[in-house]
C-alpha cells in the first residue's frame, strides 16, 4: 500500500463515472471472425504444431465502445451495437444469479459478445496499490480480500482485457447501460444522420 506524507488521499473515480468520460458510439471496423482448429499448423522448425487459427471476417458496422476502469491497459470493451440489448441483458443476469459462476468456453464458430459475457463470467479479488522500491506503485491481486469483483470480458482476442468492476458498483453500471439499449435506435438515427451529412460533404472522388 502507499502512503502519502501530506495526509492526503487520492479519490479514485468510481466505474459509472469512468463508463460515463469513456463512453463513445459510432461506425468503425469489427471482426466477427472465429476460430478453427488446424491439425496440420507446423512450428518454424517444421514439427507439427496443431492449434487454434483465428480467422478474420471485419466488417465496418456501429460500435459502442466504453470502459470502467482507469489507468493504461485496462479493460476497454467495444460490443456491435446489433448486439448490445442481447450484452447488457447478459450482465443483468450476473445481477439476477446472486454473481454465480459458471464453466465454458466454445471457440468452434463465432461467439456474440453476450453469450462471451456469460462464459467469460467470474468472481475474482480485487487488486490494490502495492509500494515498489523505486517509489511507483503497482497494483497487485489483494489475496487476503474476498471474490468480490465481477469480471467479464465481451471478446476472447489476444490481450482482451476483462471489465471489472466491484459488486457493489455493479448494478449502478448495469443499469446505465440499460439506459443506453433502451434508447439504441434513436441513438443509431443520429449516427447514420451524421455520417450521411458527412458523405454528402466530402468530395467526389471522380472529380
Given at each position: ?46 514439427s507439427p504444431a496443431p492449434g487454434w487459427v ?120 448495469v443499469h446505465l447501460l440499460r439506459s443506453v ?27
Amino acid at each position: 500500500m502507499s502512503i502519502n506524507p501530506f495526509g492526503q488521499k487520492k479519490e479514485e473515480p468510481s466505474a459509472v463515472d469512468i463508463l460515463k468520460g469513456s463512453f463513445s458510439m459510432g461506425y468503425c471496423d469489427y471482426d466477427f471472425g472465429n476460430s478453427v482448429w488446424d491439425a496440420n499448423r507446423t512450428a518454424k522448425d517444421g514439427s507439427p504444431a496443431p492449434g487454434w487459427v483465428k480467422v478474420l471476417r471485419v466488417k465496418s458496422v456501429p460500435v459502442i465502445s466504453f470502459t470502467v476502469n482507469g489507468g493504461r491497459g485496462t479493460g476497454s470493451q467495444s460490443i456491435p451495437a446489433s448486439e448490445f440489448a442481447d450484452y447488457v441483458r447478459s450482465l443483468e443476469e450476473i445481477v439476477e444469479s446472486g454473481y454465480e459462476t459458471a464453466p465454458g468456453e466454445d471457440r468452434s464458430q463465432y461467439i456474440p459478445t453476450y453469450e462471451y459475457v456469460r462464459k467469460s463470467f467470474n468472481m475474482v479479488q480485487p487488486k490494490s496499490g502495492e509500494l515498489q522500491a523505486d517509489g511507483s506503485t503497482k497494483k497487485v491481486v489483494d489475496r487476503d480480500a474476498d471474490f468480490d469483483v465481477v469480471s467479464v470480458r465481451c471478446d476472447g482476442g489476444k490481450g482482451v482485457k476483462p471489465m471489472l468492476v466491484h459488486r457493489d458498483e455493479f448494478p449502478e453500471v448495469v443499469h446505465l447501460l440499460r439506459s443506453v439499449a433502451d434508447n439504441l435506435d434513436k441513438h443509431l438515427a443520429e449516427i447514420e444522420s451524421r455520417r450521411s451529412r458527412a458523405t454528402a460533404a466530402a468530395p467526389n472522388s471522380d472529380d
